[in-house]
């Protein structure tokens, strides 16, 4: 596709349940972010793939949250046990090569609006 | 630690006005990079460029410019004879040379552009 993909595009879930997130990055990306992004502030890092490898988790805020991308392509970030503080816009990007290379920006998806009631 | 401020909050203009939106950055790296970012009222999250920190050249595509200054840790962008479809919020965000991929956002400035 033309940009990055993700889905679905809003979710409302109860406190408790479990959710997946999907994203799709640009075709040929090899790196992937995901990014949380409360209402009213910047995008948050919560971890990054290169190719299938997932290589820094260091912001995902609990062990409820984690993150694969199996094939090096489509990721899917879950997120068990949902609690009202996760709600929040679930943010993916990737990018064209590792991040060491110059001409490598992120681009990000249009994002996941979660809501935990 | 870093960390990216946008003093301003939201800003009005009227269509056709030059505006200047602030972005004051800190951290200890050397080698770092620096972004601004435009989200629309629909939502995506649009790349709009990325400077190093060692190349202090201001920059100037169309009706946007630039203005990095390392003495004052400043990355302001201007938008010259704003247009309605200017009305955005509008992200500066830094990152580290080491992991440049861990980018560090301001709070976001809203900026409207009233026709």
């Known amino acids: 596709g033309a940009g990055v993909s993700q889905s679905p595009r809003y979710k409302v879930t109860k406190r408790g349940q479990d959710v997946a997130l999907r994203c799709d990055p640009i075709?040929?990306?090899?790196?992937l972010y995901w990014y949380r992004q409360a209402l009213g502030q910047g995008p948050e890092f919560l971890t990054y793939?290169?190719?299938?490898?997932?290589?820094?988790k260091s912001g995902l805020p609990n062990d409820r949250f984690s993150a694969e991308r199996p094939e090096g392509s489509i990721s899917t970030l879950t997120i068990q046990r949902t609690e009202q503080r996760d709600s929040a816009m679930y943010r993916c990007?990737?990018?064209?090569?590792?991040?060491?290379?110059?001409?490598?920006?992120?681009?990000f998806g249009n994002g996941t609006r979660l809501t935990v009631t | 630690a870093q960390k990216v401020t946008q003093a301003q909050t939201e800003i009005s203009v009227v269509e056709k006005e030059d505006v200047t939106l602030d972005c004051v950055y800190e951290t200890r790296d050397t080698t770092y990079y620096l972004f601004w970012y435009k989200q629309p009222p629909s939502g995506e999250l649009v790349f709009l460029i990325r400077r190093n920190s060692f190349d202090e050249q201001n920059e100037i595509s169309g009706r946007y410019s630039w203005n990095f200054q390392k003495s004052t840790s400043s990355f302001n962008f201007t938008i010259t004879a704003s247009q309605v479809v200017d009305s955005a919020v509008y992200f500066c965000?830094?990152?580290?040379?080491?992991?440049?991929?861990?980018?560090?956002f301001g709070k976001g400035t809203l900026l409207t552009v009233n026709p």
């Open positions: 965000a830094l990152s580290s040379g080491g992991s440049n991929y861990k980018l560090t």
């Open positions: 990007a990737s990018s064209l090569s590792t991040p060491s290379s110059y001409n490598s920006p992120l681009h």
């Open positions: 075709s040929g990306h090899v790196s």
């Open positions: 793939f290169n190719y299938e490898a997932q290589q820094d």
